[in-house]
Each structure stands twice: as structure tokens, then as C-alpha cells.
């Protein structure tokens, strides 16, 4: 926890770009019946009923203190569509001489999935640019791409989309009002914090002894 509280607490440099990435899916929907048109006193009414037309799997990074994101829409979450999604991010910053990568322990999410997906050359070269910074387990608050995910289910999911093109094509319109706002987050939760926050997430040595020390683990 504390590695990605000192990863926030660190300077701003463009050299080093901290970057939280996170996935999620959504499922595709459509209207069985067609809403009912606005009218004056009365809001656009909508059938409950809804046909489900599949899911969409959606990888997700955003510089927090930059104030830019993207979001990559696919059928699956593979390591090999992960792997497609470091490629990206490396190339969204050409400058940066090294990006400090936020993410979960998801399975899929490991330096080894690049190895799988391209050539060895290729693959040692994307994973040179990154440091990897894992959040600990139920820690996935820690990752700032969480907060993202909220407004854009409040923003642009929060209704039914039927097809995978529609989706690609909100998605892309809500990234670009985003970045062109530059929408950045300020973290002012320090590993000092958390120490006073959270005692419950420390181990505490007791001595017993002259010679031995006994490690206590609170449990919360």
C-alpha cells in the first residue's frame, strides 16, 4: 500500500508519467420496445424490458496528474488483448523515459503476458519503459483508475447500448471531452496517513525476549 502512496506523493515530471490502468466489462443492451418520446412536463420514458445483445470488455488507463486517458473496447480480456494495451500506452507517451504503471494482481495482468503476445525484442523493449506497481489485495481503491471508471458509468453507461460500434463510438466522444478538458485528481493521502488510518494494515513487533521478537498481526 505505501509503494503506491510514495508513488503519488511524487513530483509531477512528464519524464515519468504515472498511469493507472484498470479493466471492466459492460453489457451490451437494447430496447424491446422503443422509448417514448419527450414531452413537455413528461421525460423521455423507457420500457424496463431489454434484450441483452453481449459484452464488451473495456481496458482503461488515465494519467491522473496529466489529465489524460484512454479507453480500448474488446470482446475479451486476454493476456494477448492486455499485452495490445501496453503497446498503446507506450506509444501515447513517445517522451517519457519511464512510465510508473498502476494496476490490480489480475492474473492476466503481468509482465509476462507481453512475451506471449509479441516478438521477445519487442516485448522486453515495452516492458523496459514500464514500472510495474501492484496494489495490494482488496487495496483496488489505491488505484486511481477506480475513480475514472465511476464517472464513466455515471456519465456514459448509464444507459442501454446495444452494439460494440456504438460503444466505441460514446466511449471515444466522452475520452476526447475529458482530455480536452485535461480533468487531472489531486491525492493528498500520504503512507503517514495510513499508518494513523489504517493500524489494522500493519504487522506490530512485540518483543518477548532478549533475543526473539515476536511479530503480531492485527486483524481488522
Keep these: ?3 503506491v502512496l510514495r508513488v503519488y506523493g511524487r513530483p509531477l515530471d512528464p519524464r515519468f508519467p504515472v498511469v493507472c490502468l484498470d479493466e471492466a466489462g459492460t453489457a451490451l443492451r437494447e430496447h424491446v420496445r422503443d422509448p417514448l418520446p419527450m414531452e413537455p412536463g413528461h421525460p423521455r420514458r423507457e420500457d424496463y424490458e431489454e434484450e441483452r445483445r453481449g459484452y464488451a ?56 503476458a507481453l512475451f506471449e503476445a509479441f516478438p521477445p525484442e519487442e516485448a522486453a523493449a515495452i516492458d523496459a519503459k ?10 483496488s481503491w ?11 458509468r ?9 452494439d460494440a460500434v456504438t460503444l466505441r463510438q460514446e466511449i471515444a466522444a466522452w475520452v476526447a ?15 503517514e496517513d495510513a499508518r ?3 493500524p489494522h494494515a500493519y504487522p506490530v ?16
Design 1 to 3: 500500500m505505501e509503494r
Design 57 to 112: 470488455d473495456l481496458f482503461l488507463w488515465v494519467a491522473p496528474f496529466l489529465g489524460s486517458r484512454q479507453i480500448t473496447v474488446t470482446h475479451r480480456h486476454t493476456k494477448q488483448e492486455f499485452a495490445r494495451v501496453l503497446r498503446e500506452l507506450v506509444t501515447a507517451f513517445p517522451q517519457a523515459e519511464r512510465i510508473t504503471l498502476v494496476l490490480d494482481n489480475l492474473s492476466t495482468h503481468q509482465p509476462g
Design 130 to 139: 514500464l514500472e510495474w506497481v501492484f496494489t495490494p489485495k482488496h487495496g
Design 142 to 152: 489505491l488505484n486511481l483508475a477506480e475513480l475514472e471508471w465511476s464517472v464513466l
Design 154 to 162: 455515471r456519465q456514459c453507461l448509464a444507459r442501454r447500448i446495444a
Design 177 to 191: 471531452d475529458r482530455n480536452a478538458e485535461r480533468v487531472t485528481y489531486q491525492w493528498h493521502f500520504t503512507p
Design 196 to 198: 494513523q488510518a489504517l
Design 205 to 220: 513487533v512485540s518483543p518477548t525476549n532478549a533475543t526473539t521478537d515476536e511479530i503480531v498481526i492485527r486483524t481488522a
